[in-house]
């Protein structure tokens, strides 16, 4: 009998990533390629279908193709479009499950990466079987997907859990598209890098960080400062940690998860976000959420979440 | 054929209302009685029994109840409770819907007045057909029920949607639970006093509102004193409606509701609440949420909100 399969696609700006993947997570080969270089959108999802195409064909196992599921910035779920791309060079509407169907015949769905990802937690990862829960990506910017009642919140017009824009300080940061104090100016790899600069601007304290351009500086250094005691790297951490916290407890206020997942770049440092934001967490959370609530690791942080996330849609679809 | 009807219960700390209700939201018959005066839990439930017995005896109708709706305060929507309420004088965990099934033996399902209200808001009122949308309630404190995917969001202990604790301040008012900054602090019908309030302490303009103590002042003088150009008046309004705007932009990125409903005595101050608010939630709007998320007073306005919502509850699990 032939094992049942799904497509992942990640459509990044610079590469695509595509794999293989069955119902537990296990990956049947993938590649990536470049997304723009030289090809207009048509193009490019002509070379989408021919490198999966080569890579059942490769594979030794006989696979039966179920579906595709693409993760994309500036996805609209429902209408199956990418639509206005700040990332890619192709402009406007991208008619992408439309024009995927004319090239392959099963059924084929797109989301943004962050909303992929919280599928590919509730399918493949640590929130199997949870009806709610939280994932918060922690890349450059901070993404988010939710799940209540079993189901991803897409909302009104597909972008429910735009996390990263929720204003905390009115007055604060900027934050792109014009607008103060949004959490992933104080919350993300580059919310990181920020206090670290509000730091170094608001103390004296001596630091190897001071050494650093903005443009040089990235998390692993910062990390890295910590474990040797750096006392700005530590309080960077803790600062961070705080603002999430708080957010998170905030957050908790809405949809009442019985966890937060956190992933990507940042959620990588381990004990230095996670042990500030579950203090601040639980300090923030009101008394009868108290122990109701967990902060955990992702599942997929190791693995290859895009890919994964992407094919969790398809599943995802399969049991609704 | 006889004609299928809910029963709508809901428990406050005073009085307990009851009515019948059918699928349009039309009343057969409704009543009140007190709460708690010189009875145990038990004799309470007898009483609401013996009261919906009576008022279906007492109908013309020929009425099928197919189920009872409660809506009560520290309701657990999973376990069928009310857990220690503050409002009641009867302490711990009260099995509602246990205790109610021994002396009915139709379903009945309880939750809190906010979350009826939204059941309520989808059944009978405005938000018919929608699958993403918020109700606010703006009484003594901000309540709010969240509808995503076209159910209620409980979460994972039943305590979603809490929405008058989510933190816009970390330093700011004191707000009951030793916490600072509460959203109702600044919205709701006492939010609307304590700015009236500061501004009080923050101006030197003269206003009729000088003349009245916190204690004696309420929302319909507040109102007549904007109507006759009280500049503090207006002013107040003004800031409740940039906070609560402020806060439903930020609460459009988290479940992107197709709209806002306001119900309860501030939302019956018309224009002077929803126009500002109306104003700040636009001004505060991601760019690509713009035209998306509309404003709007709640169907069940001037109606008896409460039994209507309660009454929901039966029929949205029939739904379901």
Redesign the interface.
Known sequence: MSLKVAIGVDIGGTLTKVGIVDLEGNMYGHTEFPTQKGKDFKQFLDELVHTFNQLIEKSSADLEVVGMGVGAPNANYYRGTIEHPANLKWKGILRVTEELQKRFDKPVHITNDANAAAIGEMIYGEAKGM??FIVITLGTGLGSG?V??G?L???????????G???ID?NGRWTG?D?RGGLEAYVSSTGLKRNVFFLLCDSLKDSVLRDYSFNDLHGEIITKAAEEGDPIAIEAYELTGKYLG?AL???T??????AFFLLGGLAKAGKWIFEPTKKYMDE?L????KD??KLLPSGMMDKNAAILGASALVWDHLKH
């Open positions: 009806q709610d939710v209540s009642n189901k919140i897409y909302g009104y017009d597909s972008q429910a859990a735009e996390l824009h929720i204003v009115y598209l607008r708080q407890a905030n957050f206020t809405f949809s009442h998860p019985e923030y009101l008394p009868f959420y109701k609530v």
